[in-house]
């Protein structure tokens, strides 16, 4: 797909990945991008910046919101599922479910719930795409953050089916797998990190390239291969990265 002259839904505008995406978005030619955020007082800065910047209050947790959004937001061709949210609990070592139950509902609900409310926009429709930003967890569990990778499993298997079910249309879907990033979500995680640029840089080429997923970066890349080269070797390594169990 081509960014130039799109309309475009970003969701989790105002941070670190998302605040990237609006420059680049905008350097490539964006026509229109609405900034999808819970707060839109936290995005106001960039607003200010540009005639081709709204923003819209969308937190995906919120069921009337995400239906309203089909409205305020219904002349898009090009939908950017960026929020997320990370609890970086385990199972047993958690105390309850309530950091698991928001990750899912962000970062698995909340993507197929707009899927379900946008299906009559133009980004359903021939020429249109689908971006959904997940992470290299898809595939591989680390336990300190076994409920996020969970939640980024489901969205993986998410994201495929609206490619299956979208092919016919002409609708391209692209799964961004990226490693630990720099961001306030990703502060808990090692070095060496992605920067924001990298992952955003690496997921509109690859949409521009036709790719059906992508591991952004050097350092994306290189987990993934590796994840492919040796799978049980490399969720071995991760494995020893757990919380204490009180």
């Known amino acids: 797909m081509n960014i130039e002259n799109s309309v475009v839904l970003l969701t989790g505008a105002n941070g670190g990945i998302g605040r990237a995406f609006v420059k680049e978005l905008l350097a490539r030619g964006a026509a229109k991008i609405y900034l999808g955020v819970r707060n839109p007082a936290t995005v106001q800065d960039l607003v200010a910046g540009s005639d081709r910047l709204v923003a819209v209050e969308l937190d995906l947790a919120h069921p009337d919101q995400i239906a309203a959004i089909a409205k305020t937001a219904g002349d898009i061709n090009l939908l950017i599922n960026n929020a997320g949210a990370a609890a970086f609990s385990g199972v047993l070592s958690a105390t309850d479910t309530a950091g698991a139950r ?125 994840f492919r080269d040796d799978p049980d070797g490399v969720q071995a390594h991760m494995a020893q990265l757990v919380h204490p169990i009180a």
């Open 102 to 226: 928001t990750e899912m509902e962000v970062n698995y609900f909340g993507v197929l719930a707009l899927s379900q409310a946008l299906r009559d926009t133009a980004a359903f429709r021939a020429g249109g795409a689908i971006v959904n930003i997940l992470s290299v967890l898809s595939h591989i569990t680390l336990p300190v953050a076994g409920t996020y990778s969970a939640s980024k499993a489901a969205a993986l298997h998410l994201t495929r089916t609206l490619r299956a079910e979208l092919k016919q249309r002409g609708v391209q879907v692209l799964a961004v797998l990226p490693a630990q990033t720099d961001t306030a979500l990703g502060a808990p995680l090692p070095e060496p990190k992605l920067t924001p640029q990298q992952v955003v840089s690496g997921a509109l080429d690859a949409l521009a390239a036709g790719q059906d997923e992508v591991f952004p970066g050097e350092l994306s890349a290189g987990t993934a291969k590796a």
